[in-house]
């Protein structure tokens, strides 16, 4: 069982921004895909960035260029830096991980793919007014 704790969600006008945190409680950390994902109400979930295990970051379109994947190993944290919010990112953003032995030689899109994902966190809220 992995557990997955996110934080730093909040209310922010557009143009602001946010850091997301996710502490992971499984060792060792660094044979994860991570990722963050969101969803909007009445919408799907959809990937937002993930963070291969050699340090390979992926994004959605949409947010490239204004928001950054991280992590810190000794934390077993994940970040999300979030600039430049627009009321569209409003949603529920969820910290995801699954062993990376699942992503490969598989297609690279997959990582994007909620359904891959086993371990989920609970979710913390982004609001965005503008």
């Known amino acids: 069982r992995v557990d997955l704790v996110e934080s730093g969600g909040g209310s922010v006008q557009a143009g602001g921004s946010l850091k997301l945190s996710c502490v992971h409680s499984?060792?060792?950390?660094?044979?994860?895909?991570m990722g963050w994902f969101r969803q909007a109400p009445g919408k799907e979930r959809e990937a937002v960035a993930v963070l291969d295990n050699d340090g390979t970051t992926s994004y959605t379109e949409s947010v490239k260029g204004r928001f950054t994947i991280s992590k810190d190993d000794a934390k077993r944290t994940l970040y999300l830096q979030m600039d430049n919010l627009k009321p569209e990112d409003t949603a529920m953003y969820y910290c995801?991980?699954?062993?990376?032995?699942?992503?490969?030689?598989?297609?690279?899109?997959?990582?994007?793919?909620?359904?891959?994902?086993?371990?989920w966190g609970r979710g913390t809220q982004v609001t965005v007014s503008s």
């Open positions: 995801a991980a699954e062993p990376s032995r699942r992503f490969s030689g598989k297609s690279y899109s997959l990582r994007h793919d909620v359904s891959a994902y086993i371990y």
């Open positions: 499984d060792d060792p950390y660094n044979t994860y895909y």
